[in-house]
């Protein structure tokens, strides 16, 4: 494994490369919050008697720096690494690699960085922040090419690296990205939609490397995409039926959306499936009830929708559909929590597949208990939610922690405050507060977490 094999070299030439006067403070280097391209164009030699010091300072650069690790940590402790299966990436990586001058993969003049092969290059790259990519891309052609292409991403996915960023879009402040890690908030390009899609409410759903904002331009229904990768808004086609106030989750690179209300305000029982890499919807089976205004979710490989009204009726169950089976399971009182009038869909997240709402009624946070299907209450909202019935509040999961997202009436900020449920509570929910983004207005519109 590259990765096992990187580490043991790392380890045998440790005295041999520290001894070196050319190696820069590694310290200074991997503790700095600016981006990685001046650290590797004024550290790294080109000559190839200089592999030794090059492999050191990639490794150690770039893994610690973004996983606060030492030098000596890595060095003398190691790190479990996963190896990766190079035959599902074969036919992107060719691409990446078509113009590096030599594919087998061994170090070239003309390889990412002189004196490494870029197969391992590239599996130190997916290891590091996302958040330097776009510096990447300035290095030269080459690292634009990799960057652009997609395929750090791909490489992430299968090496199971993810960081979870969050959009948000309040009532006084357009889309911005905020990266948990770094605490650094990121404005995202102006939509380029109609007033009317500006002006109406809109729905969200972070799917791969795209946020998908739907909503209702002059002409009828939208959805705008917004690219990762590209950073650059556009078109995403259009569900095969097109709605509002559905549930919705994504796992990974797809997404589902189940339910919600037609043109009409007909509720809706029909379902589909969103394939970010092939940017196509496929139909899926009906649900047994039509819902909307519901709440959808992704918990042990499969997915769920709870909540919601049908016609005049208030749904108290639940629906879990098998995505290997292609078949839905009614699911009764899985959500006690009747919707009230001008209430909001159901506010629920989950983290390390555990289930957590959040009741807009006593602001209180509730456990799912998957065995007995019953809800337990483990402490109280840090905001309050029964204020706006819900509105205005987001209630997200983002990595193992549970994040509540809001302010108060007459201030002109919103609050992230987290929770890490693995922690315990000891009776009580202990909120922290993870940042706060001023001139935002206190209602939140939307808010997504993005996994990748």
């Not at 300035?138 to 997609?150: E, I, W, Y």
């Not at 509105?391 to 549970?402: E, M, N, V």
């Not at 900020?413 to 922290?432: A, F, I, Q, R, S």
Request: aromatic residues 10%; glycine residues 8%.
């Amino acid at each position: 494994m590259v990765f096992r094999y990187f580490f043991d070299e790392l380890k045998r030439n440790k005295d041999e490369v520290k001894r070196n006067k050319d190696i820069p403070d590694l310290p200074a280097m991997v503790g700095a919050q600016g981006c990685v391209i001046p650290q590797l164009r004024t550290s790294f030699n080109c000559g190839s008697e200089s592999f030794q010091i090059n492999w050191y300072l990639l490794g150690c650069m770039l893994l610690a720096r973004n996983k606060n690790l030492t030098s000596d940590d890595i060095l003398d402790k190691g790190t479990d690494m996963p190896s990766l299966d190079p035959i599902k990436l074969k036919k992107m990586k060719h691409t990446v690699t078509e113009h590096s001058g030599d594919k087998t993969g061994r170090a070239s003049d003309d390889s990412f960085l002189p004196g490494l092969n870029d197969d391992m290059v590239l599996d130190i790259l997916a290891w590091t922040s996302r958040a330097d990519y776009p510096s990447l891309a300035c290095v030269n052609r080459k690292f634009k090419s990799l960057v652009s292409s997609g395929y750090l991403y791909k490489l992430r996915r299968h090496l199971g690296v993810i960081e979870h960023w969050v959009y948000l879009a309040c009532i006084s402040m357009p889309w911005e990205a905020f990266d948990p890690v770094r605490c650094k908030w990121m404005r995202l390009p102006a939509l380029p939609c109609d007033v009317c899609f500006s002006s109406a409410d809109k729905e969200s759903l972070a799917v791969g490397t795209q946020l998908l904002v739907f909503g209702q331009e002059l002409t009828g229904f939208a959805i705008w995409k917004y690219s990762l990768i590209t950073h650059e808004w556009s078109r995403c086609p259009l569900m095969n039926l097109s709605r509002c106030l559905f549930g919705s989750s994504s796992h990974g690179e797809i997404a589902i959306i189940a339910g919600g209300s037609d043109k009409d305000g007909n509720a809706l029982k029909s379902a589909e499936f969103y394939n970010s890499e092939l940017g196509v919807w496929k139909n899926l089976p009906d649900m047994n009830l039509p819902r909307k205004m519901c709440s959808g979710f992704f918990m042990d490989g499969k997915f769920y929708v709870i909540g919601g009204v049908s016609g005049s009726e208030s749904l108290t169950c639940g629906e879990e559909y098998n995505i290997e089976t292609r078949t839905w399971r009614r699911i009764n009182d899985m959500y006690p929590c009747p919707k009230r009038p001008l209430q909001c869909p159901p506010l629920v997240a989950v983290v390390n597949n555990q289930l957590y709402a959040a009741d807009q009624t006593t602001n209180e946070v509730k456990k799912y208990n998957k065995m007995n299907n019953t809800w337990s209450v483990v402490g109280r909202l840090p905001l309050r939610a029964d204020s706006n019935n819900g509105w205005g509040l987001a209630f997200r999961g983002c990595g193992d922690k549970l994040l509540v997202v809001g302010g108060q009436l007459g201030c002109g900020y919103v609050v992230l405050h987290y929770w890490c449920p693995e922690d315990g509570n000891n009776g009580e929910t202990e909120w922290k507060v993870l940042s706060v983004r001023e001139r935002s207005g206190a209602f939140v519109c939307n808010c997504a977490v993005m996994s990748c």
